[in-house]
């Protein structure tokens, strides 16, 4: 299993009209490629020094070829959805692989 992690700071400016945008469209959007199985999304709870709203938004994929046909496949597009909120946002993305996921019984 793989977990693409996107994680954004908005301006709070946009926060509220962007965050309507990913819960409604964005994310909805990108489960529908039919490459992730399903999304979280977190806020960062850490003040970050050149402000605005932090987040991170984790799309499990079921493996490597999934990540990799979405790269392929949608991530211009879907990115290129997003043009609103350009210069009002920053992205960083990372690739993870789970090696174990444990829970309590």
């Known amino acids: 299993m793989y ?3 996107v994680t954004i700071n908005i ?3 946009v926060h509220e009209k962007w965050l309507d945008w990913m819960k409604t469209e964005h994310i909805p959007d ?3 490629t039919g490459k992730f199985t399903k ?5 960062v709870m850490v003040k970050e020094e050149m ?3 932090t987040y991170s938004v984790q799309y ?3 493996d490597r070829e999934s990540l990799q046909n979405y790269f392929r496949e949608h991530a211009q597009d ?3 959805r997003g043009k609103a909120f350009e210069g009002k ?3 960083f993305r990372t690739e993870l692989e789970v090696i174990t996921e444990q829970e309590i019984n």
């Open 39 to 43: 999304a979280l999304m977190t806020r």
């Open 11 to 13: 301006e709070e400016s």
């Open 89 to 91: 946002m920053v992205a």
């Open 3 to 5: 977990i693409y992690n």
């Open 60 to 62: 499990t994929a079921p």
């Open 30 to 32: 990108m489960l529908k």
């Open 51 to 53: 402000g605005g709203i």
């Open 78 to 80: 879907l990115r290129s």
